[in-house]
């Protein structure tokens, strides 16, 4: 059963436009994570936050944003879409250090 | 060099046949180690994860862990079509909370 919720599953959506993927979760944990993944690709991180109001950029570069105000809520936002943001967004969520991130279903994103 | 390598294969057995799947890693600090299996189109899902050198057992999956050699594997025991996916090996960098990911191993089972 998913306890990490993304929404929405897909979006199509044209160049400048802004837009927030959310990202929801009942566990309770203080970290959370968001990965970028190409089709056949590897995971990337590009934000994580270990608890409310901290935010940090991740390993690859992105013109996204994200925020943490609540603990269990942890969207991401791009103000302008282009196409080169065409990608699977997945968000995860783990209780403590060294513990396995738990996976939300992705939002897979096509900017036209 | 990627921090963590996996070959790509596709790696193809034979239905009931022992799939051994490998990853190497470059942060001689990090100590947890995971892997994900992931089905075309969905996010990844935990399969195993290993803190310890040596072996670690859970119903038809082994991993292994070697730091000295700082190798990381996958034994997949009475390997299933339903096993056909991407495993994905993963390790915390350095306590840092973050994961690593390689970019995976497909793995196709034959029935």
């Known amino acids: 059963e998913a306890d990490i919720y993304q929404t929405p599953r897909y979006l199509v959506i044209g160049t400048g436009k802004k837009i927030t993927l959310e990202c929801s979760q009942t566990m309770g944990h203080d970290k959370m994570y968001w990965y970028q993944q190409d089709p056949g690709m590897e995971l990337h991180l590009i934000h994580y936050s270990y608890g409310v109001n901290s935010t940090e950029k991740g390993d690859l570069s992105s013109e996204s944003t994200v925020s943490r105000i609540r603990t269990e809520h942890f969207p991401l936002t791009l103000e302008s879409a282009r196409p080169s943001h065409t990608s699977q967004y997945l968000c995860a969520s783990s209780e403590s250090p060294g513990s396995p991130l738990h996976f939300g279903n992705g939002t897979r994103l096509t900017v036209t | 060099q990627k921090e963590v390598e996996q070959n790509s294969g596709p790696l193809s057995v034979p239905e009931g046949a022992i799939a051994s799947l490998n990853c190497t890693y470059s942060?001689?600090?990090?100590?947890?180690f995971f892997w994900y299996r992931q089905y075309s189109g969905k996010s990844p899902e935990l399969i195993m994860f290993i803190y310890s050198n040596g072996d670690k057992e859970d119903g038809r999956f082994t991993a292994q862990l070697n730091k000295a050699s700082q190798y990381v594997s996958l034994l997949i025991r009475d390997s299933q079509p339903s096993d056909s996916a991407t495993y994905l090996c993963a390790a915390e960098r350095d306590s840092s909370y973050k994961l690593i990911f390689g970019s995976g191993t497909r793995l196709l089972v034959r029935p």
């Open positions: 942060d001689r600090g990090s100590q947890s």
